[in-house]
């Protein structure tokens, strides 16, 4: 038998992409390990199975046992078809609409496994574990798995998400069960009346709607901050009612507030961009944003609560017009003078504070000066981790922590500090950051549902001017919700660990023998990982950190301050640090360079440098013959660029490479702004000995890339993969061209940049322009150029038509690739090298624009009333004409657009057919044409442009241009 994987050969991508977004594609049925802890990367459950699986098996394995292995008991693609069908005709399919249960609550029994082909003690190594899917995994399949991150926070994390579960199954449970009872009862008994009750009969707290304040330089008005006044998506907002006392400059200038029914009667905004208004009609002055920080870092920003959101009891009318079941209903209401205890507050966390500071209950850490989210925290006066909550919120969490040791510590006294009751606690310590993620001065109220967002609803600490508190001691909510949901987690993540009974024993329905737990979690470097011997893995699976997309220490700053009050109490050795390592960690930090020249580029060159040395570490714990899989997603070439450099440093070449829809997806809706959902498996292997040394020439082997890249590329679109997706998916077949060569260096010289450029590059990198040299982003750029060749071909099915000109090329494509009009300058950039177009010099400014860092393309209407449309008749770029054409139509007639093509004389012209075929198989269909309105926001112009040349196209070139086949996909679901 051959030492090639299953995965270097075959993935099931269609399956796995659609069992992948499946597996979180409801918000309100994750697997348990989404919402145990807060983590920023996670990859599916399935996914990962499938990477460990297919990284160890054989390449002979039986691939239908593989797909049952990995919990895909049917075909979740054809499914999926059938469910948007329905779905259009207005039908429901119900639960089981695939026919199995999703794909990661299945777990194969030994038998199975063994079956397979999986051979017994195989180690696995994932040294990035962060929120541990990967080596969750690996337990699951009886491996002995490593899972180690230099982070304490995804240390805790593993310890909870892989091992307690395991290890001490049902009776962890129990114990969770019985100290969360006892937490509960003794930390509500330390509250006295900081949460008012509520007025009406029945009614309970639900909520408090703050807004952050600022004093009125010009008139000395208190001025509550929020970008908008709404309360639902109804009409049902705040009017805000100024108080002008003796008028400019007295005391007592304050805004009190009604609620009001409709949109109308809302007050405007009191901030923006921001810059903030003052809501007093004798000033109505606008406050620079400078001055806004100066109040906020000189402590002058304040809390003011607008609104109170309640609940009711009501019974549930039936049908028939009788009462029926009770339920809670929501409501709103404007503060009264009995909400205002922020003195009583103000008063008990004075009395507590010395007694908390000298007992480590309260944060005291400040927040790292190594920071790029400023403009979150340090820029509006949060220097220090606990300014992160208001007096009644900080109050509220020092009560638990002090609660949380007190019973830690009489547990220790009395000897009952067991390894369960030790992981009891660990979990109460989740539940209690849970608290403080939906408790924090971070939060903000999503008007469309009606509900509170967490902090970290967004990878970073963007300043919230209005924000929302929990009652956190009413019956249901707060300490409870928190309690519930914890318990809920750890019974799903003990019933992930217990095999899945079959038919097929002699016991049907007998309980089956969960594998054995063999697991060692670390918190460490990946790049020293001394506790594992030299070629002892089978495989290493990993999930590294993509450059600069997540700050993961500093982030989870916000967590660790207050773990290691909790947790740390039971767990010591992982809270040894004041804050979290933000030297070590992986990623392309920008802040460890402020103030230097280049940062971006100096940031990304220490990204490198760092996961080379972790894929070294990992190349040296592998055993000869051991594969790595690594799962990479990120849209930034530098990042791409980074990654594999770092593993042929390591002495890595890539064997294999698959795409896969890892992220859920929106919907059939045109975006504003275009994202990337793919991750792709890049499966490496240690470079033999003798393909090291001799180095080979770039022109000899960028046609093999090219090769590489068009003999994968349409095998990905028929697995789904489209977009710029598409664009990433190829990279994966032309980087392991690449790596099969490598060393590289170029034959022909590269030409030199321009001075400016040379100027730029030794002020970033002090180093030499080498016109001979090579890296992975040639071949990226060649493996875009397959692409948009292949592409383009597509688009224009007709044969015997003209290229496309540069221009049109890079518009269709952009539409082709991003499916929004809005996008990454630099994605544009690297687009435009492909079809041969100046970005700055040919396209912005005239068929688009650009906004920060982003491009946003113009549709006819934006071209025409910018005066930007060139000749009719297409002789500087045949989008031209197309969109002259569209005006037209829009405008006035479809005769007078057609009249316009005739009289410039390129109705019959092979350039402008092609060109018209290929918009109209990109631009969002409009509600005409498919019936429900595809584009919404900025894309919505789009679809105007799209009706007007589809209708041109039937009056008058249905003979000599195809109905866009995109419009046979909407008439399938229809039909």
Not at 416 to 436: G, I
Not at 553 to 582: C, H, N, Q
Not at 595 to 623: P, T
Not at 956 to 974: C, G, I, N
Request: charged share 25%.
């Amino acid at each position: 038998m051959s030492d090639v994987r299953l995965i270097e050969r075959w993935l099931p991508i269609g399956a796995l992409s659609e069992e992948s977004v499946r597996e979180r594609r409801s918000m309100t049925a994750l697997p348990p390990i989404y919402y145990l802890h807060v983590w920023w990367a996670r990859r599916p459950l399935v996914a990962s199975r499938a990477a460990v699986l297919a990284s160890l098996l054989p390449a002979e394995t039986d691939r239908d046992a593989f797909l049952h292995a990995i919990g895909i008991h049917g075909d979740p693609v054809d499914s999926k078809r059938r469910i948007a069908i329905a779905d259009r005709k207005g039908e429901r399919l119900g639960k089981d609409a695939y026919g199995y249960k999703r794909a990661f609550s299945y777990q194969p029994t030994a038998n199975e496994l063994t079956a397979l082909g999986l051979p017994s003690a195989l180690t696995l190594l994932d040294p990035t574990a962060g929120g541990g899917a990967i080596p969750l995994e690996g337990t699951r399949l009886g491996l002995k798995t490593f899972a180690n991150d230099l982070n304490p926070v995804a240390a805790t994390i593993l310890r909870a998400t892989v091992d307690f579960p395991q290890s001490l199954n049902e009776r962890l449970i129990d114990e969770f069960d019985s100290v969360g009872v006892r937490f509960l009862k003794r930390v509500k008994a330390k509250f006295k009346d900081e949460f008012p009750k509520e007025p009406g009969n029945g009614h309970r707290p639900d909520g408090y709607l703050w807004a952050r304040t600022i004093s009125c330089p010009y008139c000395s008005g208190w001025i509550p901050l929020s970008p908008n006044w709404r309360l639902n998506a109804s009409g049902l907002g705040i009017k805000l009612v100024p108080q002008l006392s003796q008028g400019p400059g007295s005391q007592g200038r304050m805004c009190s507030f009604e609620i009001v029914e409709s949109v109308a009667e809302q007050s405007a905004g009191t901030i923006s961009d921001g810059d903030a208004t003052c809501p007093f009609p004798d000033c109505a002055r606008v406050v620079d944003g400078d001055e806004v920080k100066r109040q906020a870092q000189a402590s002058g920003m304040g809390d003011q609560l607008f609104a109170v959101v309640y609940k009711y009891p009501a019974s549930k009318v039936t049908k028939s017009g009788k009462g029926g079941k009770q339920e809670w209903r929501r409501g709103y209401r404007s503060p009264n003078p009995d909400d205002e205890n922020a003195q009583e507050i103000s008063a008990r966390l004075a009395e507590k504070m010395p007694e908390w500071e000298s007992l480590g209950i309260i944060p005291t850490e400040p927040i790292d000066d190594i920071s790029n989210y400023d403009r979150g925290h340090r820029l509006y006066g949060m220097t220090q981790w606990r300014d992160m909550f208001s007096p009644r919120q900080l109050l509220g969490h020092c009560l638990a922590v002090e609660t949380f040791r007190e019973m830690v510590e009489e547990d220790r006294s009395t000897g009952q500090l067991s390894d369960a009751r030790r992981a009891a606690y660990v979990y109460l310590s989740f539940s209690l950051d849970k608290l403080r993620d939906y408790n924090s001065r971070m939060t903000r109220w999503i008007v469309q549902r009606e509900v509170m967002a967490n902090t970290f609803d967004s990878h970073n600490f963007s300043i919230k001017w209005s924000y929302v508190e929990m009652a956190v001691t009413v019956e249901g909510l707060g300490f409870d919700w928190v309690v519930r949901q914890t318990k809920k987690c750890i019974k799903e993540l003990v019933e992930l660990s217990t095999p899945t009974a079959t038919s097929d024993g002699p016991l049907f329905g007998a309980q089956v023998s969960r594998p054995k737990l063999d697991v060692v979690i670390s918190s460490k470097s990946g790049a020293s990982l001394d506790h594992i011997v030299d070629g002892s893995v089978d495989a290493v699976v990993m999930d590294p950190p993509y450059g600069a997309n997540v700050m993961y220490a500093e982030l989870s700053d916000f967590f660790y301050v207050w773990l290691k009050r909790t947790a740390g109490i039971v767990m010591p050795e992982l809270f040894i640090r004041r804050l979290t390592d933000k030297q070590s960690e992986a990623v392309a930090n920008k802040a460890h360079f402020k103030g230097q020249k280049g940062a971006d580029a100096l940031a990304n060159r220490d990204y490198q440098e760092k996961m080379a040395a972790i894929f070294a570490e990992s190349r040296r714990v592998l055993k000869p013959n051991g594969i790595m899989t690594v799962m990479f997603t990120h849209k930034d070439t530098s990042a791409w660029d980074a990654l594999t450099k770092g593993l042929i440093e390591a002495g890595f070449i890539i064997t294999a490479s698959w795409p896969v829809n890892t992220e859920a997806e929106g919907s059939l809706h045109i975006k504003d702004k275009a994202a990337a959902n793919s991750t792709i498996f890049l499966v490496c292997r240690p470079r033999p000995a003798e393909q090291s040394g001799e180095t080979t020439y770039w022109e000899d082997v960028e046609p093999l890339v090219a090769k590489a890249v068009r003999t994968r590329v349409e095998e990905f679109q028929k697995a789904g993969i489209s977009g710029v997706d598409l664009y990433l998916a190829s990279f994966g077949p032309a980087l392991e061209e690449f790596s099969r060569h490598w060393p590289l260096k170029r034959g022909t010289p590269r030409p030199e940049p321009l001075a400016k450029k040379r100027r730029k590059q030794a002020e970033l990198f002090e180093e030499e322009f080498d016109p001979y040299a090579v890296t992975p982003e040639d071949a990226l750029d060649a493996a875009r150029r397959e692409v948009k060749t292949w592409r383009l071909n597509q688009l224009t099915h007709t044969k015997g038509r003209s290229d496309l000109d540069a221009t049109t090329s890079w518009f269709v494509l952009a539409w082709d690739a991003f499916k929004a009009p809005v996008f990454s300058y630099d994605e544009g950039l690297r687009l435009a090298r492909a079809v041969g177009a100046d970005l700055d010099g040919q396209l912005i400014g005239k068929i688009c624009e650009k906004k920060g860092s982003d491009i946003k393309l113009w549709d006819s209407s934006t071209r025409a009333a910018k005066n930007t449309l060139g000749p009719a008749d297409g002789s500087r770029a045949m989008i031209d004409a197309i969109h002259h054409a569209a005006y037209r139509g829009r405008t006035r007639t479809l005769e007078a657009a057609l009249d316009l093509l005739k009289d410039s004389g390129i109705d019959s012209d092979p350039q402008f057919l092609a060109a018209l075929e290929a918009v109209l198989e990109v631009l969002p269909p409009s509600r005409n044409f498919v019936g429900f309105d595809i584009a919404t926001g900025d894309a919505k112009s789009a679809a105007d442009d799209f009706d007007a040349l589809e209708k041109l196209r039937r009056l008058a070139f249905s003979d000599k241009v195809d109905e866009p086949q995109q419009l046979s996909l909407f008439a399938e679901v229809a039909a």
